[in-house]
Nanobody, 110 residues
Framework: VQLVESGGGLVQPGGSLRLSCATS????????MNWYRQPPGMHRELVAR???????TYTDSVKGRFTIARENAKNTVYLQMNSLKPEDTAVYYC?????WGKGTLVTVSS
């Protein structure tokens, strides 16, 4: 199983980024997929989840700003992040079951 995140970078407050997680080695369409983040010096937290049926859940701090989506034909999960705030700065990780990607850094700063 492999998970490879991309799309992180430096963005100004109020800006947008789209993260992607390309997966391989398992039947993607059958699994819930998660995005976690770990801010500097803090614990990792669940940001968003999408089930195999497409149901979504979000942590309160990102509701209305972030959208998780999946494209089963490409074995890829996305995280669209809008209206970014400095407190969104973190390493963002893709997760399925007990497997983690290496993460992609998102920095929100002017």
């Amino acid at each position: 199983v492999q998970l490879v995140e991309s799309g992180g970078g430096l963005v100004q407050p109020g800006g947008s980024l789209r993260l992607s997680c390309a997966t391989s080695g398992f039947t993607f369409s059958q699994y819930s997929m998660n995005w976690y983040r770990q801010p500097p010096g803090m614990h990792r937290e669940l940001v968003a989840r999408i089930t195999s049926e497409g149901g979504t859940t979000y942590t309160d701090s990102v509701k209305g700003r972030f959208t998780i989506a999946r494209e089963n034909a490409k074995n890829t999960v996305y995280l669209q992040m809008n209206s970014l705030k400095p407190e969104d700065t973190a390493v963002y990780y893709c997760n399925v079951a007990s497997t983690w990607g290496k993460g992609t850094l998102v920095t929100v700063s002017s």
